[in-house]
């Protein structure tokens, strides 16, 4: 039995949070801060509990089962488990997350210098998806070549960054537009969704074991509390970049009063403060990031599928890779919208298998319950995103939005909680649940 050196568990930590920081985590919290206004810090506060709380908390469970999506989801069924699996996959892989950090990347560290056409897109994807292929081809070496080296750079170009938007705020903050009017700390909570890291953390957790057995660490309980020191290190990175840039959204009313979105949020703030350097820096930071999250997602989305279906890790990632190339090409207007209802639908699955997974040792017979509340919170997180698309019945519609923090699409949670609690009842009244209690 190996046990890995206090610079391994660093890097280990380091590695983790390249992994996650990514596009989302980059573009969102910027706009967000900038329409929050004067209640910036309510919306981050609920942000951070989605974007910060939650992963942190699904490795907490993923170190406490010792395995990754399959352990999760075990008590559901082989059939409903893959269901849910592939869902998530696709989902945080080829469909969405994985073209968005090659979009991402390239419209802010990209576009400014080389203007924002289809040809140089494409061109820039194309060298984009190639670089994580050859990162991803060998997902034992990530500890090295992401953890050990990569991370550090993009370490210190944030601190830079990060730094700045405290030292040297474009403006006054404003007053909060008319979304975080009434319940900022929801809004915020609501927009961590986009971030992708709940769902991220589902499927990094195989990755960061994986990285973990690679340095000859075979003891369980080891393996379980440096995936819990990694999470921790990778949640106070992340937390202090989100208020970072919380803080420099909300500043920078006077620069990006109209900015659609947190690209020409920071794009603005680094012109007006930074200038030129302010804009290679800001390369440097968004393709990095972007880079590192890519090659976790298609590393985490190739052991999955390699796994599941006959095929290769090789064949898989290669398919993936030019799937996401292609996906990426159509646009990050086109991915967002898109992703918004898919992630409000799937958003309280997730969250439910995360609680069910924490609680597990409280009951007899866990697959009751999980199946229970996981059908509850599907139907629910089906029918709110839905109507995040319009595609919703208006007269459901309505009725969902009578439930309460039904306008806030979440609707799911009163029901879900309700049948939470009649299951474990049930588990604990049934005759298995009396003798536990004797």
């Not at 997902?139 to 953890?147: A, F, I, K, S, Y």
């Not at 009017?181 to 769902?199: H, N, S, V």
């Not at 195989?206 to 057995?213: D, G, H, L, S």
Request: hydrophobic fraction near 60%; charged fraction near 10%; glycine fraction near 10%.
């Amino acid at each position: 039995m190996n046990a890995l050196k206090s610079q391994d568990i660093l890097a280990l930590g380091f590695m983790t949070f390249a992994l996650f920081l990514g596009a989302g985590n980059i573009i969102f919290p910027p706009a967000a801060g900038l329409a929050a206004g004067t209640h910036v810090w309510s919306a981050a506060a609920g942000f951070l509990l989605t974007a910060v709380g939650l992963p942190l908390l699904t490795l907490l469970a993923i170190a406490r089962v010792g395995g990754g999506m399959a352990e999760l989801t075990a008590p559901l069924g082989r059939i409903a488990a893959i269901v849910f699996g592939v869902a998530v996959y696709l989902t945080i892989g080829p469909l969405f997350a994985t073209p968005r950090t090659a979009v991402v990347s390239f419209e802010m560290g990209v576009a400014p210098f080389v203007g924002n056409s289809a040809v140089a897109l494409a061109l820039y994807t194309a060298i984009f998806f190639a670089s994580v292929l050859w990162l991803s081809l060998r997902p034992g070496e990530l500890l090295d070549r992401v953890g050990k080296f990569i991370t550090p750079i993009l370490l210190l170009s944030l601190v830079l960054l990060g730094g700045a938007a405290v030292l040297f705020p474009a403006g006054e903050i404003a007053a909060p537009k008319a979304e975080y009017l009434q319940a900022p700390a929801i809004k915020g909570f609501l927009e961590g969704y986009l971030t992708m890291d709940t769902l991220g953390a589902l499927v990094f957790g195989i990755v960061i074991t994986t990285a973990i057995r690679d340095r000859g660490v075979s003891n369980e309980q080891l393996i379980s509390r440096y995936t819990v020191y990694a999470g921790v290190i990778a949640a106070i990175g992340l937390a202090l970049v989100y208020v970072a840039f919380f803080y420099l959204g909300a500043a920078s009313q006077s620069i990006a009063a109209d900015a659609p979105n947190g690209v020409a949020v920071l794009t603005a703030y680094v012109q007006h403060v930074l200038g030129t350097p302010g804009l290679v820096l800001l390369a440097c930071v968004i393709i990095l990031a972007c880079l590192t999250t890519a090659v976790g997602l298609l590393t985490a989305c190739g052991e999955y599928f390699a796994a599941l279906l006959p095929v290769s890790y090789r064949t898989v990632i290669i398919s993936l890779a030019v799937f996401s190339f292609l996906v990426a090409n159509q646009g990050l207007t086109q991915l967002i919208s898109v992703s918004i209802p898919v992630l409000v639908g799937l958003y309280p699955l997730a969250i439910a298998l995360l609680v069910l997974n924490l609680l597990k040792p409280v009951w007899q017979n866990p697959a009751l319950v999980f199946r229970a509340v996981m059908l509850t919170a599907l139907v629910f997180g089906v029918c709110d995103g839905l109507a995040v698309a319009g595609l919703l019945d208006e007269q459901l519609k309505q009725w969902l939005m009578q439930l309460p923090l039904g306008a806030d699409s979440l609707g799911w949670l009163l029901p879900v909680c309700v049948v939470l609690v009649a299951v474990t009842l049930i588990d604990r009244l049934s005759p298995a649940g009396r003798v536990a209690n004797a």
